[in-house]
């Protein structure tokens, strides 16, 4: 696994000592959190599109319709891959110490195409595997006409960077005697019980991947 240095882009300038550009850390939090946020640029205008993304190895995916816009507009241009998890709202004596705390990675680079059928299954199959191991060779098989009807994105993850934000606020000299509380909430996303679908064929158990579905 390569730990490719900063670059101007992924060089974290404020609050620098939050940065990680371990890819270990990276690659934590992308496997963590399935949604991202993809911005580019779309008829001069800056479009921000929320997506599934998976990582295999060292380039990151993300799929979408084939007659999409911004996915037709992303291939071959620059664009930046952002995820986030949210940890905890930290609470100080002033309104200006309040922050947050979170995992969230960054990454650019030019957007490449999956060209061909059989390398949009196997990416297909990949992402289902890693979000719920198992299922794929479950499923009714995908067929040429959806395999068409979708296309497939990836980025290098050489120029790719971790901040992260932890603990309680860092408060002003003198704010800690400040009669109000100060504190953190913590966050977590919490995964309810699987709901079958209402014509679910009857005696077909709940899969060990929905009942133990985890994110965090």
């Known amino acids: 696994m390569s730990h490719p240095a900063p670059t101007p882009r992924t060089r974290i ?122 299922r794929w060779n479950a499923l009714r098989p995908i067929t040429p006409q959806e395999l068409k009807a979708t296309r497939i994105l990836s980025l290098p993850l050489t120029e790719a960077s971790a901040k992260l934000s932890t603990g309680h606020a860092t408060e002003t000299p003198g704010d800690s005697s400040w009669p109000v509380w100060a504190g953190v909430i913590p966050i977590h996303l919490a995964v309810g019980q699987p709901e079958p679908a209402p014509d679910l064929a009857p005696g077909l158990p709940v899969p060990g991947y929905a009942s133990g579905y985890r994110i965090g």
């Not at 930046?80 to 995992?103: I, K, P, Q, W």
């Not at 060209?115 to 297909?124: I, P, V, Y």
């Open 13 to 134: 300038r404020r609050l620098h000592e939050k940065a990680a550009y371990d890819r270990a850390v990276i690659d934590a939090i992308l496997d963590t959190m399935p949604v991202a946020h993809v911005g580019h640029i779309v008829d001069g205008s800056p479009v921000v599109t929320p997506t599934l993304q998976w990582r295999k190895g060292d380039r990151v995916y993300w799929h979408g319709s084939s007659a999409s816009r911004m996915q037709k507009r992303a291939a071959d241009e620059q664009v930046c891959l952002t995820v986030t998890l949210l940890d905890g709202m930290v609470l100080a004596r002033s309104g200006f110490e309040h922050s947050v705390n979170y995992r969230s990675v960054m990454v650019f680079g030019t957007a490449e195409v999956v060209e061909g059928a059989a390398a949009k299954e196997a990416h297909l199959r990949a992402m289902m595997e890693q979000m719920f191991p198992d």
